[in-house]
């Protein structure tokens, strides 16, 4: 915004401080040749000295221990309020003392804004908080928390007010629960749905400066459980597909260990679902041979995943389980058999002994 001119100084004429934060103000001065800058001087919205100080002099810095000189360039004043709150709210001045021409002041204002989350993900079936706060609890009489879908629809979640209990409305009873204070509100819906997607307005009603507001936007995703198979299409020639239903739509690679012997690139298929989330289907055609002697395995990269799923399709360890079962069966079989030649020598032995009792 264009700065205030007043003489020969300029400030920014209006700023918007967030609450809690830090903030700098800035002022600045065209000086004639011949003046020199001798002091500087913030007055602070009660018009009373907030900082003072001669330029280049570091000791002879005084004024309001919530504030502090900063860093700024020669005919430039800037002053640093450590953390703001809604009291710092107002007009400032900043004088600059001038010899000899006497005194130039230029004025900027301060806006607090409060705070608000910035925007959220949340994964469907867990747990969002959002939250906002107003530094001044004792001038809000009530809170309120509204949301908006994708599509505009508007509607009411929560609300909190003096000398009640939080009030949740009925679509969002069992599901969402609002904190019961006037300065920090968090909103907390659980399990969180894909309908919940959208943005969230925290409204606070204050007197006298009337409603206050401010928006976090939350992003719902649905994780993917990728699942991998594949068939013989024709002699020789097989076709794999990785396949992922997520929200929002998931990346599917094939990784190809040492030789990459596929018919091609991968084809990529997208199909939006009813509920808003979307199937991912990734073709890969590879000759037959491949599967037998390398591994092959589909990557899904998904915004909601601190790393890839890996899912392999390797042969390998198909080839050995059934040598494994071949094995194992072969070996059930000779222990049967063994068993029964046992069996069968032990009948007979029983039988040649009964034999020469009855002789």
Same mark, same amino acid.
């Given at each position: 915004?264009?700065?205030?001119?007043?003489?020969?100084?300029?400030?920014?004429?209006?700023?918007?401080?967030?609450?809690?934060?830090?903030?700098?103000?800035?002022?600045?001065?065209?000086?004639?040749?011949?003046?020199?800058?001798?002091?500087?001087?913030?007055?602070?919205?009660?018009?009373?000295?907030?900082?003072?100080?001669?330029?280049?002099?570091?000791?002879?810095?005084?004024?309001?221990?919530?504030?502090?000189?900063?860093?700024?360039?020669?005919?430039?004043?800037?002053?640093?309020?450590?953390?703001?709150?809604?009291?710092?709210?107002?007009?400032?001045?900043?004088?600059?003392?001038?010899?000899?021409?006497?005194?130039?002041?230029?004025?900027?204002?301060?806006?607090?804004?409060?705070?608000?989350?910035?925007?959220?993900?949340?994964?469907?079936?867990?747990?969002?908080?959002?939250?906002?706060?107003?530094?001044?609890?004792?001038?809000?009489?009530?809170?309120?928390?509204?949301?908006?879908?994708?599509?505009?629809?508007?509607?009411?979640?929560?609300?909190?007010?003096?000398?009640?209990?939080?009030?949740?409305?009925?679509?969002?009873?069992?599901?969402?629960?609002?904190?019961?204070?006037?300065?920090?509100?968090?909103?907390?819906?659980?399990?969180?749905?894909?309908?919940?997607?959208?943005?969230?307005?925290?409204?606070?009603?204050?007197?006298?400066?009337?409603?206050?507001?401010?928006?976090?936007?939350?992003?719902?995703? $649905?994780?993917?459980?990728?699942?991998?198979?594949?068939?013989?299409?024709?002699?020789?020639?097989?076709?794999?597909?990785?396949?992922?239903?997520?929200?929002?739509?998931?990346?599917?690679?094939?990784?190809?260990?040492?030789?990459?012997?596929?018919?091609?690139?991968?084809?990529?298929?997208?199909?939006?679902?009813?509920?808003?989330?979307?199937?991912?289907?990734?073709?890969?055609?590879?000759?037959?041979?491949?599967?037998?002697?390398?591994?092959?395995?589909?990557?899904?990269?998904?915004?909601?995943?601190?790393?890839?799923?890996? $899912?392999?399709?390797?042969?390998?360890?198909?080839?050995?389980?059934?040598?494994?079962?071949?094995?194992?069966?072969?070996?059930?079989?000779?222990?049967?058999?063994?068993?029964?030649?046992?069996?069968?020598?032990?009948?007979?032995?029983?039988?040649?002994?009964?034999?020469?009792?009855?002789?």
């Amino acid at each position: 915004m264009v700065g205030r001119l007043q003489g020969r100084v300029t400030a920014p004429e209006r700023l918007e401080a967030p609450v809690e934060k830090p903030f700098t103000l800035t002022c600045s001065i065209v000086r004639d040749r011949g003046e020199s800058l001798r002091q500087v001087r913030w007055l602070d919205v009660q018009n009373q000295t907030l900082l003072s100080y001669q330029p280049g002099q570091r000791d002879s810095v005084s004024g309001q221990q919530h504030v502090e000189l900063a860093t700024s360039p020669k005919d430039t004043s800037a002053i640093t309020i450590r953390r703001v709150g809604f009291r710092d709210e107002g007009c400032y001045t900043c004088i600059f003392d001038l010899h000899p021409s006497g005194s130039k002041q230029g004025q900027t204002c301060l806006i607090v804004t409060f705070t608000v989350d910035s925007n959220k993900t949340a994964v469907s079936g867990k747990r969002a908080s959002l939250s906002c706060s107003y530094g001044l609890p004792e001038k809000v009489h009530q809170i309120m928390w509204r949301h908006t879908s994708a599509q505009g629809d508007s509607a009411d979640v929560a609300s909190f007010a003096k000398r009640s209990d939080p009030m949740i409305e009925p679509p969002y009873q069992g599901r969402v629960w609002l904190s019961a204070s006037l300065s920090v509100s968090e909103l907390i819906i659980q399990p969180v749905t894909i309908q919940d997607e959208g943005c969230y307005t925290c409204l606070y009603s204050t007197h006298p400066e009337g409603q206050e507001s401010s928006t976090v936007c939350l992003a719902t995703y $649905v994780l993917p459980k990728p699942q991998v198979s594949y068939k013989t299409t024709s002699p020789g020639v097989i076709e794999a597909n990785c396949t992922s239903v997520s929200r929002p739509p998931a990346e599917i690679v094939w990784n190809v260990e040492r030789d990459n012997r596929t018919m091609g690139p991968p084809v990529t298929t997208q199909l939006p679902q009813g509920d808003g989330t979307t199937l991912v289907i990734s073709t890969l055609t590879v000759r037959s041979g491949l599967l037998k002697d390398v591994s092959v395995k589909c990557l899904v990269h998904h915004k909601g995943l601190e790393s890839p799923i890996a $899912v392999s399709m390797n042969t390998k360890i198909g080839t050995a389980l059934t040598i494994l079962i071949s094995v194992t069966t072969v070996a059930a079989l000779l222990v049967m058999s063994l068993c029964f030649c046992l069996w069968k020598c032990f009948l007979h032995k029983e039988g040649e002994s009964f034999s020469k009792r009855l002789t």
